[in-house]
C-alpha cells in the first residue's frame, strides 16, 4: 500500500484547520515557502502545493464551506512578483520575490494573475525610486 502524498500530515492539518475556524482575527495569513497557485514552477520537482493538489484543495474547499473570511496566501520560491485570485475558492495569494532579482517569469494571459512583475518591470514602469535602483546595481 502507497502511502498518501502530504504537505503536512494529519495532526498539521487538523492544526490548520482549528486555528481557521477559532480565530476572530480580521485576516488570516497562510504562510508558505512554496505556491499555493497552479503557477508554480516547481510543481514538477513536488516542491509545490500542487504537486500535493488533493490535500491543498481540501484546505481550500474547508475554508470556503466554513465561510471563513479574511485569509490570505503568502508564498515564495519562483523568484518573481505574483499576485493570483485562486479559482474557484477566491482566495488570494500573494508571492512577493526577492528585491535583488533581476530576471521573471513569463507575463501570463490568465484571469487568475492579477500581478506579475520583477524589479526589471518594475523600475521601467519608474515604481521603484532611483535612488533605490542605484543601491541595487
Given at each position: 500500500r502507497v502511502p498518501v502524498k502530504t504537505m503536512l500530515g494529519v495532526a498539521q492539518?487538523?492544526?490548520?484547520?482549528?486555528?481557521?475556524?477559532?480565530?476572530n482575527a480580521t485576516f488570516k495569513m497562510i504562510i508558505s515557502s512554496v505556491m499555493f497557485s497552479d503557477f508554480a514552477g516547481h510543481t514538477f520537482y513536488g516542491e509545490s502545493w500542487p504537486a500535493f493538489a488533493t490535500e491543498r484543495n481540501e484546505i481550500m474547499d474547508f475554508i470556503k464551506d466554513n465561510r471563513i473570511s479574511g485569509v490570505m496566501l503568502f508564498s515564495g520560491d519562483e523568484h518573481t512578483g505574483r499576485v493570483f485570485k485562486m479559482n474557484p475558492w477566491g482566495i488570494y495569494e500573494v508571492a512577493p520575490n526577492p528585491l535583488g532579482w533581476k530576471v521573471g517569469g513569463p507575463i501570463a494571459a490568465d484571469p487568475q494573475i492579477l500581478f506579475q512583475s520583477n524589479i526589471a518591470v518594475l523600475a521601467s514602469a519608474n515604481l521603484i525610486p532611483q535612488s533605490v535602483l542605484t543601491l541595487l546595481r
Amino acid at each position: 500500500r502507497v502511502p498518501v502524498k502530504t504537505m503536512l500530515g494529519v495532526a498539521q492539518k487538523q492544526a490548520l484547520k482549528d486555528w481557521l475556524l477559532s480565530s476572530n482575527a480580521t485576516f488570516k495569513m497562510i504562510i508558505s515557502s512554496v505556491m499555493f497557485s497552479d503557477f508554480a514552477g516547481h510543481t514538477f520537482y513536488g516542491e509545490s502545493w500542487p504537486a500535493f493538489a488533493t490535500e491543498r484543495n481540501e484546505i481550500m474547499d474547508f475554508i470556503k464551506d466554513n465561510r471563513i473570511s479574511g485569509v490570505m496566501l503568502f508564498s515564495g520560491d519562483e523568484h518573481t512578483g505574483r499576485v493570483f485570485k485562486m479559482n474557484p475558492w477566491g482566495i488570494y495569494e500573494v508571492a512577493p520575490n526577492p528585491l535583488g532579482w533581476k530576471v521573471g517569469g513569463p507575463i501570463a494571459a490568465d484571469p487568475q494573475i492579477l500581478f506579475q512583475s520583477n524589479i526589471a518591470v518594475l523600475a521601467s514602469a519608474n515604481l521603484i525610486p532611483q535612488s533605490v535602483l542605484t543601491l541595487l546595481r
